[in-house]
Structures are given as structure tokens and as C-alpha cells.
């Protein structure tokens, strides 16, 4: 294994039995997986899709019915929790309602039997790390909940884990705090370095913070990108309309030629790049648009749609137009300079050739 990587998951499956015995479900379907030194990662997808299962087996709360889990070299597969080098963040925190903050975070290190001078030291830099000093004596029932998110961190940082894990760890928090949290969480990885696996079904969220996400669906790997990778080039419609909001147009190529493809979109000739495919003159195609691809002008010139919807939303305004017998989104997001078009108004259709991705065919898209 190279010195970069520092988890590996090599077709991992995990199969439960369904309630009496009625069949099995395949909760997690051949996961391939590396994670290198340092990176954050995070599993992302719908209810049920299998991130929660996959974070529980790499942490050993589950185990998997085949496949390995390898860390640094060290097959972990069926090593109990209390072995693996790994602390996890929980959804509902899982704090002792008993002790004070200093106890919960040093109940960790007292399994461990290390000195009381020890413990002193490694609690008080922890909790420093998550802007909690001076709290120490106080009861989870005293602090807020964002609070009490802060020591649940502590309490995973004080082990010094080689991997840090989170379940869905902000889904208890207010919208402003979550967002503030957010941010702490990502400065804080960044600043320890520490390699880091994420579950949410927040796609915002997921944006935010990882270095690279992973796009579950029915137990398997949809896509494995970068932020910018999974929003703007998606390998499949699920993950294009899981990933924020995308409209579906059906097109025809007009053109190919080398890496260079072009499209007719809405009477409009668009060229954008074939990312590799073979497509031929003629062919039908489903082209991806983000809302913020398309652009509305007082231009009679261009395809002309009917302003069915638009909402106002401070930092950008949100249309629903209608072109032909096909609903768009379209979003401005500079409303203070551009103008405002109204209700029941038929403008202009342009589109930003850069921000139009053709999809694979479902039937050969390739899983990550």
C-alpha cells in the first residue's frame, strides 16, 4: 500500500437477514473504496441508500458478509471497535448526562489507564481546540446544542485517532448553527489534518467540506469526484438531480469532431466538450443545465420562454419558464444589477455553453 493511502475498502458488501425470514437485503453492494492520508471524505446519499452502514463498518459496529477493510496496511476487517485506531462524531452527541464536560471527554482516555496528568493535559488541549476552555465543570443539560456538538468533538479528538468518523453530526442543529458548525468542523480538520470520513444527506453540507464525495444509491457507488467533479460533470442522472438542482433537456448533436461536441438546445447551437464518449452527428442526447447555466435577456433573437414563476430570495432570484412543453429553473444570482423580469413576461433563453454536461447512457454508465 502506498504511504498516502490510508483506508482501503476492497468490495465490501454487508447483507442483513429481513425479519422472519422473509428474504435478505443487500444493504451494502461491493464498496471500493481508498481514502488517503489526511482527506476528508464523505459518503453521501438518500435514506437507505448504505452510507450509514458503510461508516458502520469501517468503524466495526457491522461486519461485512465479504469483501476487506484495510488500514495503513492492517486488515481491520473483523477487529472489534475498541482495536481500530478511529473515533466517532454522533448524530445525537451520546453524551453521559452524569458527568460534566471534562468527564466526557476524558472517559475515553480513563479506559485507557493513562495518568491523571496525562488526562489533565490532553482534555484541556481538546476542548481549547473546540473553543470550549473553561466549560469543563459544566453538566450537558447546561450547554447549548451546538455546545454540546462541540464536547462530542472534543471527546473523538482527545483519542488522537488515526481516522475520525461522523454520523450525520449536525442534523440535531438549527439551520444558523449547523452552518457555523460546518465551518468549524472544516477549519478544524484542516488545521489537524486528520483523515476523516463524513455521512450526510446534505448536499450543501457535503460540498462544504470534503475533498472528495462519495455518491451512494442503493447500496452502491454512484460517483466518486470532487466537489466541483460530482456538481459539474455527474456520471448519471441520479446523481446529477440528487446534487443540487439540474434541468434535463433532450438535444441532438449537431457536430462531433475530436474532444469538441456540438448541440442544439431550444433552436441555440452549443458547443461543449464530449469528456471522452463517442457520440456521432444525429444522435439523441440528454444534456445537464444547472439553473445558473441559463440566463434570461430582453432579446428577441433568442428562443423566447414564458415567465410562469419567479421568486425573489435575497442573493438571487428564482425562475420557473416554460420553453416549448419542457419546465426550466432558472437562477440569477445578481438581482440587485440585472433586471428583474415579472410574471407572465416572455423574454429571452441564453445559455452558457460551458455549464451544458451530456450524460452517459444509463444502461452503460460505469459505478465508480
Do not use: W
Request: with cysteine.
Amino acid at each position: 500500500m502506498a504511504a498516502t493511502e490510508s483506508l482501503v475498502l476492497n468490495d465490501v458488501t454487508k447483507i442483513f437477514q429481513q425479519r422472519g425470514g422473509a428474504g435478505v437485503v443487500k444493504a451494502v453492494d461491493r464498496v471500493s473504496l481508498t481514502i488517503r492520508k489526511g482527506e476528508f471524505v464523505t459518503l453521501l446519499g438518500p435514506s437507505g441508500c448504505g452510507k450509514t452502514t458503510t461508516l458502520r463498518l469501517i468503524a466495526g459496529f457491522e461486519m461485512p458478509s465479504s469483501g476487506r477493510i484495510v488500514l495503513d496496511g492492517t486488515d481491520i476487517t473483523y477487529q472489534p471497535p475498541n482495536k481500530r485506531d478511529m473515533a466517532m462524531v454522533f448524530q445525537s452527541y451520546a453524551l453521559f448526562p452524569h458527568m460534566n464536560v471534562f468527564d466526557n471527554v476524558a472517559y475515553g482516555l480513563r479506559i485507557r489507564k493513562l495518568s491523571r496528568s496525562d488526562i489533565q493535559t490532553r482534555v484541556e488541549n481538546a476542548l481549547a481546540l473546540v473553543g470550549l476552555s473553561g466549560l469543563g465543570n459544566r453538566k450537558p443539560n447546561q450547554l447549548s446544542g451546538g455546545q454540546q456538538q462541540r464536547v462530542a468533538l472534543a471527546r473523538a479528538l482527545v483519542m488522537e485517532p488515526q481516522v475520525l468518523l461522523f454520523d450525520e453530526p449536525l442534523s440535531n442543529l438549527d439551520a444558523k448553527l449547523r452552518v457555523q458548525m460546518r465551518g468549524e468542523i472544516h477549519a478544524l480538520q484542516r488545521r489537524l489534518n486528520i483523515t476523516s470520513v463524513y455521512v450526510t444527506h446534505d448536499q450543501v453540507e457535503a460540498m462544504a467540506l470534503s475533498d472528495r464525495i462519495v455518491v451512494m444509491n442503493a447500496g452502491r457507488i454512484e460517483q466518486i469526484g470532487t466537489p466541483d467533479e460530482i456538481y459539474r460533470r455527474p456520471n448519471t442522472r441520479f446523481v446529477a438531480d440528487f446534487i443540487g438542482r439540474a434541468n434535463f433537456i433532450d438535444t441532438t448533436v449537431v457536430q462531433a469532431q475530436g474532444e469538441r461536441v456540438t448541440v442544439e438546445l431550444f433552436g441555440t447551437r452549443v458547443e461543449l466538450q464530449s469528456n471522452g464518449r463517442s457520440v456521432k452527428p444525429g444522435e439523441r442526447q440528454t444534456a445537464v443545465v444547472r439553473p445558473e447555466g441559463l440566463k434570461l435577456r430582453a432579446d428577441p433573437t433568442l428562443e423566447q420562454v414564458l415567465i410562469e414563476q419567479a421568486m425573489y430570495l435575497g442573493s438571487e432570484i428564482e425562475y420557473i419558464v416554460r420553453a416549448g412543453d419542457q419546465r426550466l429553473v432558472v437562477v440569477d444570482s445578481d438581482p440587485r444589477t440585472s433586471q428583474i423580469f415579472p410574471e407572465g413576461e416572455t423574454v429571452g433563453l441564453d445559455i452558457i455553453g460551458e455549464a451544458v454536461h451530456l450524460l452517459p447512457p444509463e444502461e452503460t454508465s460505469a459505478r465508480a
